[in-house]
Structure formats: C-alpha cells, structure tokens
C-alpha cells in the first residue's frame, strides 16, 4: 500500500500522560499536513511542513502539541500532559508542491487516522 | 460563525433519487474549493474539485458561486454505495476548512 500511513491506529491513555503518533506520507509527496476531527465535525488544520520546515500552525495547536518533521519524510505529532478534551482522531495528509508560483491546487491524501481517547 | 456551513442532515433518500447539499463559505479569501467523502470510521477521500463553470463527474455535479460563496453538490441516480458523509471543503492559504458533513443515507 503507498497511501500515507499513521501510526498507531488507536490510543487509549490516561490523562496527563504524554503521546506520540507517527505519520508517513506517500514517498514523494514534500507537503504534510496535521488534522484534528471530533465526532460530528469535519476535520480542523492543526500544521503543515514542507519538507523539514514547518510553515504554519493553527492557534488550536496549544504549547502542549508538537509536530516534526525532521528529514523531511515522516513526522510525529506529540501531545503532552494530555487532557479529556484531547480525544479525537488525528488525521495526517500528505500533498506534492510543486511551486508554480500561483495559488496551490495539489489534493491532499489522508491517512487513516490516529484515534486517541483520554480517559 | 462557521467558515464552512453545511446541513449536517441527515439526509434519507431512496434509492434512485437525486439529492442535492448545499455548502456556504465566509472567507472571501477561500481560492479553491472541493467535496470529500468520508466513510464511518474511516479518513475523508477528494470526491471532486469545485469549478465555477460547473463540473460533473460521472453521476456527482458540483457548482460554485463565488458571488453568492455559494458550494453546491448533486448526485443523480443515487446508489446505497453512496451512503456517507459529504465535506464541503474551501481552501485558502495553504489549509484546508471543513465544514461539519452531511450525512447521506440512501434507502433501498
């Protein structure tokens, strides 16, 4: 399978306990984004990098949250001291940039999801 | 305000029937806009990109109306494999904005 994968499927942790979730995108895409979708919502944008560089976060993504993306291939996504309002999936995208200068058209793939539950 | 709205529905139609949603967007900013589909339990997948000209793929039709920011999807002859939850999408910048879903049930 060459879609973006994430790593692991489901969490389950106590509150105050830190994770990690991993996402590899589809080998030649530069662009990754991080998404986070509660039952009956769509899905809201957390960040993205392009390639290491991380170019944008959401004011969702509290000091708590960390992404990286250290050579540019998979990233991970870290929540610290995690609290109940956390649980939700976490869905990781990946795109091919190819910098024409205009507004960018490229489709975003989604990965399957990392879904977290804080008890 | 929701920069994305969509009925959340849901939708109950039988099978055959041609169900139309409808999305509105408020960033005037939003360049490009988009379907997906997402499946229960499962990641949203591109349906179809958004065009003002209008666009249609197979039985699924999608218009936009930038004056109005205006989104709208048909599907024609619907199919109880189209049972799922439709996201009306807008991009602007580089991320992109969902709205809720609607959720379609297609009956046999």
């Known amino acids: 399978d060459t879609g973006v994968s994430q790593d692991p499927r489901h969490k389950i942790t106590k509150r105050g306990q830190n994770v990690t979730f991993r996402c590899d995108p589809i080998?030649?895409?530069?662009?990754l984004y991080w998404y986070r979708q509660t039952l009956g919502q769509g899905p809201e944008f957390l960040t993205y990098?392009?390639?290491?560089?991380?170019?944008?976060k959401s004011r969702l993504l509290s000091d708590r949250f960390s992404a990286e993306r250290p050579k540019g291939s998979f990233s991970t996504l870290e929540i610290q001291r995690t609290e109940q309002g956390d649980s939700a999936m976490y869905l990781c995208?990946?795109?091919?940039?190819?910098?024409?200068?205009?507004?960018?058209?490229?489709?975003?793939?989604f990965g399957p999801g990392t879904r977290l539950l804080v008890l | 305000r929701k920069e994305v709205e969509q009925d959340p529905g849901p939708f109950n139609v039988p099978e055959g029937a041609t169900v139309a949603f409808n999305c509105t967007y408020s960033?005037?900013?939003?360049?490009?806009f988009f379907w997906y589909r997402q499946d229960c339990r499962k990641e949203p997948k591109l349906l179809m990109s958004?065009?003002?000209s209008g666009n249609e793929d197979g039985r699924f039709t999608a218009q936009l109306n930038r004056a109005s920011q205006y989104i709208s999807l048909l599907i024609r002859d619907s199919k109880l494999s189209d049972s799922a939850t439709y996201l009306c999408?807008?991009?602007?910048?580089?991320?992109?904005?969902f709205g809720t879903g609607t959720r379609l049930t297609i009956i046999p």
């Open positions: 995208a990946s795109s091919l940039f190819r910098g024409s200068g205009g507004p960018s058209q490229e489709t975003q793939y």
């Open positions: 080998s030649e895409h530069n662009r």
């Open positions: 990098f392009q390639n290491e560089a991380q170019l944008e």
């Open positions: 960033n005037s900013a939003s360049q490009s």
């Open positions: 958004v065009y003002s």
């Open positions: 999408v807008a991009r602007t910048g580089e991320k992109l904005t």
